[in-house]
């Protein structure tokens, strides 16, 4: 089977005078899953749909392959994509039963009838369908009709396969094992996947590749380590690693100033007097009663609350200038709300962010 890369170049729509999807340029690899994460309104579907091509860009293009299949002078229909695209409302035939909804594309391609069985067989028991198979959408749960989406899109074993959202419908235990599902379905087949979510951990575990999208734009793409590792802007450390942004004046080129203390930070090299935003993650944070064998990086704080989670404690401090910040440690070390404490803020994890 041939498999298309999808690549992005200065994509842009525009509704009115809103840029909804504003310059994005991305280069899908062959084979690759990669998941478009971002907040509620932030172009995701719009993103999705132009690559589909049920929506014509206002500007810049989309190729698969060496083929330009959009720009605003010429698109390619949707039929003549092999792609297949989940929406995020499922769109299933409703006078069509579960069986009819997933064999639908495969009777268009005029499969024979013995090949269409095995294929229908076999996804009915990955989606876990069977029992239903005679069934009509309007007598099935969301969940079970967003796994119908999910049978009718791969059956037909597209060159592209686009997700929208496809299991923000399903309870927790099912959501979690249909990512594997579709990750396992993604290496089976290797078509090149692009799915959005707004969930963090539905990217992590079905990406190779995370693009984090805010107001129109790409904030960042890279690996899932690299996002959350390195997260290059406060959106992005914020939407991604639970982390604190706090912000201070430059002292040298590595240190800036946090609470009336110097603190060492690693990332870029810091321009003189300028300031700087500073992410670092709530679990790298130390938090102590005694003061550290450290000196460097250490700044005194005062206990706001802190929650037990079973596996974990959940602290909100305060520093000297009235800032708060979030600690998460195990859940042995208790200290109470109102506690004199030290925060140890060790350098490696203390990252400039450039935006
Ligand atoms: N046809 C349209 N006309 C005008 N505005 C639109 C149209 N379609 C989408 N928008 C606007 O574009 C923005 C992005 O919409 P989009 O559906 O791409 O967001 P999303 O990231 O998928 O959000 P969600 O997570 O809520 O599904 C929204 O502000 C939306 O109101
Ligand atoms: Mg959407």
Known sequence: MRVASVELQNLTKRYGSIAVVDDVSLRIEHGLLVCLLGPSGCGKTTTLRLIAGFVEPTAGEIRVGERLVSSPSHTVPPEQRNMSMIFQSYALWPHMTVTENIVYGLKLRKVDRDTMKKKLDAILSTTRLAP???????????????????????????????????????????????????????????????????????????????????????????SPEEIYNRPRSEFVARFIGS?????????????????????????????????????????????????????????????????????????????????????????????????????????????????
């Open 132 to 222: 239903l198979a005679d069934r009509y959408p309007g007598e099935l749960s969301g969940g079970q009709q967003q796994r119908v989406a999910l049978a009718r899109a791969l059956i037909v074993e597209p060159e592209t396969l686009l997700l929208d959202e496809p299991l923000s419908n399903l309870d927790a235990n099912l959501r979690e094992e249909m990512r594997f599902e579709v990750r396992r379905l993604h290496d089976t087949y290797r078509y090149t996947t692009v799915y959005v979510t707004h969930d963090q951990s539905e990217a992590m575990t079905t990406a190779d590749v995370i693009a984090v999208m805010n107001a129109g734009k790409i904030e960042q793409a890279g």
């Open 243 to 355: 982390s604190n942004v706090v912000k201070g004046k430059n002292l040298d080129d590595s240190r800036i100033s946090f609470a009336g203390k110097p603190l060492r930070v690693i990332g870029a090299k810091l321009s003189a007097g300028g300031e700087t935003a500073v992410s670092i993650r709530q679990h790298d944070i130390r938090i102590s009663t005694v003061a550290p064998p450290q000196t460097e990086n250490v700044v005194p704080a005062t206990v706001v609350r802190q929650v037990f989670l079973g596996g974990s404690r959940d602290y909100m401090v305060e520093v000297a200038d009235g800032e708060q910040l979030r600690v998460v440690t195990s859940a042995e070390e208790s200290i109470a709300q109102g506690s004199a404490v030290y925060l140890h803020l060790p350098p490696e994890h203390c990252r400039a962010l450039s935006r």
